[in-house]
């Protein structure tokens, strides 16, 4: 089974940082690309942040450029982001996902193999 289990999320204020991690289990990491998605209350749920284990590419989402960087660690077969300079639009329930061969990046929850149960970010003064 392909299992990810993220952490990190927490309270911060405005302008703060954060970094996500998602811990892959039951499979190796190097072999996938990743997403990062968030969820706001009464939001549509959207992806932020790709990264391709293949050849290293990396796309984000106009919003978040400048401010977040997902990468991954195949020795830890972990992946991260990390989240600079946060705005309080930036709240929401973060989950990561994998994906196998196929179209980078892939934009629809439905193209990824296993998601994991999200952490929360909430960004207030």
Not at 26 to 45: D, H, M, S, T, V
Not at 50 to 63: A, E, K, P, Q
Not at 93 to 101: A, I, P, Q, S, T
Request: glycine share 12%; net charge neutral.
């Amino acid at each position: 089974q392909l299992q990810l289990v993220e952490s990190g999320g927490g309270v911060v204020n405005p302008g703060g940082s954060l970094r996500l991690s998602c811990v892959a289990s039951g499979f190796n990491l190097k072999y996938y690309a990743i997403a990062w998605f968030r969820q706001a209350p009464g939001k549509e749920r959207e992806g932020v942040a790709w990264f391709s284990s293949y050849d290293g590419r990396t796309h984000y989402v106009d919003s978040v450029k400048g401010r977040f960087t997902i990468s991954s660690d195949n020795t830890q077969n972990t992946a991260y982001l990390q989240m600079n300079r946060l705005a309080p639009e930036d709240t929401g329930r973060y989950f990561c996902g994998v994906k196998g061969l196929g179209p980078f990046p892939a934009y629809r929850w439905d193209d990824y193999d296993s998601w994991g149960q999200g952490t929360q970010v909430i960004v207030v003064s």
